[in-house]
């Protein structure tokens, strides 16, 4: 099974909040991070959080992870037209392999 | 630079031909990597550089992959004898390297979208 899993879409107003979903398999994950990609560009990193955190803040964006049910989410605060994107989710293990393992994305959609 | 940079942005190629893909990644940074991102396969690794060398080379799906990279900056990636199962957005990252924590964030650039026909 996928390593890393997110629901594929996510559909809001304008002001709304939003919340991505994400959940992986792997208790030795270290790092988890949110990158949002917008059409025809590259990843754009949003925020990481580390294992042993279980919330992280940073303007609009929340950050909760739930360790014990290896869930990951963010919230997007007062959802912009301009935050229409996809967002994926990715895990890093600090064993020296450094490849992420991402989500497969969350399309959002924010309608005005 | 101030990002990372990949040339060209985009390629299109006939089926057998090589394809080589560059990569440049943020001044400093001694890690560098890189990503397949496929229609129905998601974002896939492919191989990882530190340095010169390339300690993780677990992601590349067939011996027609390669890539190389000198003087611990810029990274090419071959493709020989192109199949039309290649298309996919080649994307580039790289990260200070250091052994672990937040200086490992990989930065990504704007990828080579590739074509082959």
């Known amino acids: 099974g996928e390593d890393v899993e997110q629901s594929l879409f996510l559909s809001v107003r304008e002001g709304d909040s939003s919340v991505i979903n994400c959940t992986y398999t792997d208790s030795s994950s270290t790092y988890l991070y949110w990158y949002k990609q917008e059409p025809g560009a590259g990843l754009q990193l949003l925020t990481y959080i580390f294992s042993n955190m279980d919330m992280k803040q940073d303007q609009r964006l929340t950050v909760l992870l739930n360790k014990k049910d290896k869930h990951l989410s963010l919230r997007i605060a007062d959802t912009q037209t301009g935050d229409s994107a996809i967002y994926f989710c990715a895990e890093s293990k600090d064993t020296g392999r450094r490849a992420l393992t991402f989500g497969s994305g969350t399309r959002l959609q924010v309608q005005p | 630079g101030a990002g990372v940079s990949q040339s060209p942005s985009n390629k299109v190629t006939e089926k057998g031909k090589d394809v080589e893909l560059r990569c440049d990644p943020i001044?400093?940074?001694?890690?560098l990597y890189w990503y397949r991102q496929s229609l129905g396969q998601g974002l896939e690794f492919l191989i990882y550089?530190?340095?010169?060398?390339?300690?993780?080379k677990s992601g590349l799906p067939s011996d027609r992959f390669s890539a190389e990279r000198t003087g611990g900056s810029v990274s090419t990636l071959t493709i020989q004898r192109t199949q039309q199962e290649d298309s996919a957005v080649y994307l580039c990252?790289?990260?200070?390297?250091?052994?672990?924590?937040?200086?490992?964030?990989?930065?990504f650039g704007p990828g080579t979208r590739l074509l082959v026909l």
């Open positions: 001044s400093g940074h001694t890690a």
């Open positions: 550089f530190q340095g010169n060398s390339a300690p993780d």
């Open positions: 990252a790289s990260s200070w390297g250091t052994s672990g924590g937040p200086q490992e964030t990989q930065y």
